[in-house]
C-alpha cells in the first residue's frame, strides 16, 4: 500500500507535541526557558502556536510585534521541535470589536454578541476577511520560509453560524444562485404549505426562534450556506499562506461529532485533516468499551474524509479537560492506550491541548503536560514522555493507511435532515448512534472500516452499510444499485430513501428510488414508546439461528414484499407475520434491508454471518475477546497490527500465525496477554 508524505518531505516521524500558548508567559522568561527544558523530556517534536495570539501580535490597529514569536519559534527549532504555526482569527482583539461591531456575532435570535469568548465572528464580514487576510499575510511573509514551520494551522475548531444583515444578505445570494428563481425556490421548499411562499428573495430569513422554523428545504439550505460560507472564510484565510508559501501544507483542526459544518466539503480544501479528540473515559454512563467504539468511529472518519491519507490528532488532554461534566483522571493506561488508539486508525500525531496550563482563565483546570507545579515529576508528564519515547521507536508507521472492505454511511446532510424532521419520534431518532451500532460489530471483530458519506466512492468495498439513508440523492442511489449489480452487498434500514435532498418526500413509495434495490416497499413506520417492544423471530431459510428471536424497539417499518426474501418476521401485535429482515439478489450482489430498530445482538449475529460470508479480512483471524480489538495500517512491506485491550480484565489473544513484537522484535506464537487497557504492536 501507498505510504504518504503529510509535510512535503520535511518531517518523517510521527509528531508529538502540543497547543503552546508563550503569549501567556511572555513577562516569565523563566518559564519559557524551562519549556524548553521539559519539551525535551517529554519527547516532543512539535508545538502548534499563535492559535489565539491575535492580541499579542498586534496590539493595536496595524501595529505588529512577531519579535516575541521570532524568539519563540527560533528557539524552539534550536532545539529540535517543529511548529504548527496558526492564524489568529479564533479569537480576535477588542479594539477591532469595538472599531468595527460588524465583526462579532448575531444569533438566531437576532441577539447581537458583545465582545468576549472565542469563535465570535461573523463569517460574512467584510471587515473581518480583510484584517484576517492582512495579518495572516505577515505571518506567511515571516514564517512561511522558516525552517521550523511545518504546517499552517488555520483559525481554531471553525464552528457556529451568524444571522446578521450581512449573513443574510449572503444566504439570499447564494439561493439565487442554486435556484435561479423564486418559483423553483418555493417547489423546492413546498412553500405553499402554511402560505410561506416567498415573493420577493428579500423576504427571506434564515430560520429563527420567532420566526421560520417550519420550511424544511429553507433550514437544509441555511446549513448548507453556513458550511459554505465558513469554507469561504476559510479559504479568504488561506490565500495569502498559500500565495507566499506554497510547500507548507495547511490544515485546520476538526470537531468530534461536529454537526455544524459539512466536513466531507471542507475536506477538499484542505492539505491535512487534523481533528480534537476528548472521549469522557471512565464515566458513569457509557463503559470504556462503547466510547472506545465511538473514538475508533470519529478516527475512521476523519481518516476517510481525504480516502485514507494519514490525519493528525491535533488535540487531546494528557489527563483530563476542564468543560466535561465530571473532569475524572485517565486512569493508569488509559493515556497510552487512548493515544496508540489514534494511531491505530492512521492518526501521524498524538498532540496535547495544552503544553502548560494557563495560571488564569476559563482553562486553567483543563489537563495538560506541564502542571501549575510546574516540573516533570508528576505522573502526566511521566505518561506523555513514555509515550513520546515509544513514537519515536514506531515511527516507521508513518505515513501508512489503513484498506478497509467495509464502509459505514454517515451522512452530515442527512444528519440535519434527520434531526429536522418532525416525527415520527422526536427523540431517540439517534442517527450517529445508529451508525455506531453497526460498526460496533465490525471493530469487535477487528475489521477495518471507513466512514464515508454518500457522495464518496463506493465501488472499492464489498460491504456498504447505509443505516437511516432518509435524506436520500438521486445520484446515490443511482451509485448504491450500480455497486450492488456489481456485486457489492448493501445493508439499509427502517426510514431510508424517505425524502430528496430538498426535505421533499419521495411519492410512489419508500425508499423512493432505492425500491426495487431492496424489492420492499415500506408503506407504514410504527414508531413505539420507550416502554414498548415487538419481536424479531428468525426464518428457517437464512444463516441466522431458525427460530431465534430479538427484541425490536423504538422503530419497526411496515413493508410489503416485491420479490425480496424474508429472513426474518414480527412476532407480535397487528403486523406479526409481515416480513421484518430482508434480502434481495440484485445483479450480481445483495441488499439486505432490516426493518425495525433490533437489540444490540441481533446486529452482532447478523454482522458475523455476514462477515463470514463475505470473507472479509480481519486483522487477527481468531475470534477476539469482548473489549479487544485489532486494527491494522500497512505499507508495501508491512502490516502493522495494534492490538488493544479497552476491558478492566486481563485478555487472551489466540493467534493462528506467528507475529513479531514491533519494538522488541520478540516473535509470538499461538497467543499473546494483553492486560487491562494494554495495547501492543505486533509487525507482520
Ligand atoms: C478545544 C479547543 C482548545 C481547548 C480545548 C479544551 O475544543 O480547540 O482551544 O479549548 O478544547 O478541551
Request: net charge negative; glycine share 6%; charged share 25%.
Amino acid at each position: 500500500m501507498q505510504k504518504y508524505d503529510l509535510f512535503n518531505g520535511k518531517v518523517n516521524n510521527l509528531l508529538h507535541g502540543a497547543d503552546y500558548n508563550p503569549d501567556q508567559w511572555l513577562h516569565r522568561p523563566d518559564i519559557l526557558e524551562k519549556d524548553i527544558e521539559l519539551m525535551k523530556k517529554a519527547n516532543c517534536n512539535v508545538m502548534s502556536l499563535g492559535i489565539f495570539s491575535w492580541s499579542t501580535l498586534e496590539p493595536e490597529e496595524g501595529q505588529f510585534q512577531f519579535e516575541w514569536l521570532d524568539q519563540i519559534i527560533n528557539n524552539l527549532y534550536q532545539n529540535g521541535i517543529n511548529v504548527i504555526l496558526a492564524t489568529p482569527s479564533g479569537a480576535r482583539p477588542d479594539w477591532l470589536a469595538a472599531k468595527y461591531p460588524e465583526v462579532l456575532r448575531v444569533n438566531a435570535d437576532r441577539s447581537k454578541n458583545l465582545f468576549g469568548e472565542r469563535h465570535n465572528h461573523c463569517y460574512t464580514s467584510p471587515v473581518y476577511r480583510e484584517k484576517i487576510k492582512i495579518i495572516n499575510r505577515k505571518l506567511a511573509e515571516r514564517y512561511g520560509n522558516h525552517p521550523a514551520v511545518i504546517m499552517w494551522h488555520v483559525s481554531n475548531e471553525y464552528g457556529g453560524d451568524c444571522h446578521c444583515e450581512l449573513c443574510q444578505q449572503d444566504f439570499r445570494k447564494w439561493l439565487q444562485n442554486k435556484y435561479g428563481s423564486l418559483e423553483n425556490l418555493n417547489r423546492s421548499w413546498w412553500s405553499s404549505f402554511w402560505s410561506h411562499t416567498y415573493t420577493d428573495w428579500q423576504n427571506i430569513e434564515s430560520p429563527a426562534p420567532q420566526g421560520m422554523q417550519s420550511v424544511h428545504g429553507l433550514a437544509l439550505d441555511w446549513k448548507r450556506f453556513s458550511s459554505d460560507q465558513t469554507i469561504e472564510f476559510y479559504k479568504n484565510e488561506i490565500e495569502p499562506l498559500r500565495e507566499i508559501s506554497p510547500e507548507i501544507p495547511i490544515t485546520t483542526n476538526f470537531m468530534y461529532k461536529y454537526i455544524g459544518l459539512n466536513y466531507w466539503k471542507f475536506a477538499q480544501e484542505v492539505d491535512v485533516i487534523s481533528w480534537d479528540s476528548y472521549p469522557s473515559w471512565h464515566s458513569d454512563y457509557e463503559t470504556d468499551i462503547n466510547r472506545a467504539v465511538d473514538s475508533a468511529f470519529m478516527h475512521d472518519m476523519f481518516r476517510s474524509l481525504k480516502d485514507g491519507k494519514p490525519f493528525l490528532l491535533m488535540e487531546s488532554t494528557p489527563s483530563k479537560t476542564n468543560w466535561q461534566s465530571v473532569a475524572k483522571l485517565k486512569r493508569p493506561g488509559m493515556h497510552k492506550l487512548s493515544s496508540l488508539q489514534a494511531i491505530a486508525h492512521g492518526s501521524d500525531s498524538v498532540q496535547y491541548f495544552q503544553w502548560r496550563k494557563s495560571r488564569g482563565g476559563v482553562e486553567k483546570f483543563h489537563g495538560s503536560v506541564v502542571d501549575h507545579v510546574g516540573n516533570e515529576n508528576t505522573r502526566v508528564f511521566k505518561d506523555v514522555s513514555e509515550l513520546g519515547a515509544e513514537l519515536q521507536k514506531i515511527t516507521s508507521i508513518t505515513g501508512t493507511s489503513v484498506k478497509a472492505e467495509v464502509a459505514v454511511v454517515f451522512d452530515q446532510e442527512n444528519r440535519w435532515a434527520i434531526n429536522e424532521a418532525s416525527g415520527p419520534r422526536q427523540e431517540k431518532k439517534d442517527y450517529l448512534k445508529t451508525c455506531l451500532s453497526h460498526y460496533k460489530n465490525f471493530w469487535q471483530q477487528g475489521i477495518s472500516v471507513d466512514i464515508i458519506n454518500q457522495e464518496k466512492d463506493f465501488s472499492k468495498y464489498k460491504l456498504v452499510i447505509a443505516p437511516m439513508l432518509y435524506l436520500l440523492k438521486e445520484d446515490t442511489a443511482a451509485r448504491l444499485k450500480k455497486f450492488v449489480k456489481n456485486g457489492g452487498t448493501v445493508v439499509s434500514t427502517y426510514w431510508t430513501g424517505i425524502v430528496n435532498e430538498n426535505d421533499l418526500c419521495f411519492l410512489g413509495g419508500f425508499p423512493g428510488p432505492l425500491r426495487d434495490l431492496f424489492a420492499i416497499w415500506s408503506e407504514e413506520l410504527d414508531a413505539l414508546y420507550d416502554q414498548d417492544s415487538n419481536q424479531i423471530v428468525i426464518k428457517d431459510n437464512s444463516e441466522l439461528k431458525t427460530g431465534q428471536e430479538y427484541e425490536a424497539k423504538t422503530f419497526c417499518d411496515l413493508i410489503q414484499l416485491e420479490g425480496a426474501e424474508v429472513l426474518a418476521e414480527y412476532k407480535s401485535d397487528f403486523y406479526a407475520g409481515r416480513p421484518a429482515l430482508t434480502v434481495n439478489d440484485y445483479g450480481k450482489g445483495k441488499a439486505y434491508y432490516i426493518a425495525s430498530r433490533n437489540e444490540e445482538q441481533f446486529l452482532k449475529d447478523f454482522y458475523y454471518s455476514l462477515v463470514s460470508k463475505l470473507n472479509l479480512s480481519k486483522t487477527i483471524v481468531s475470534q477476539l475477546p469482548e473489549g479487544v480489538t485489532a486494527q491494522k495500517r500497512s505499507d508495501k512491506n508491512y502490516d502493522y497490527i495494534f492490538l488493544m485491550n479497552f476491558s478492566q480484565d486481563e485478555k487472551k489473544v489466540d493467534l493462528t500465525e506467528e507475529l513479531m513484537e514491533f519494538v522488541s522484535g520478540n516473535v509470538i506464537k499461538d497467543s499473546i496477554i494483553l492486560e487491562k487497557y494494554e495495547v501492543k504492536i505486533l509487525k507482520k
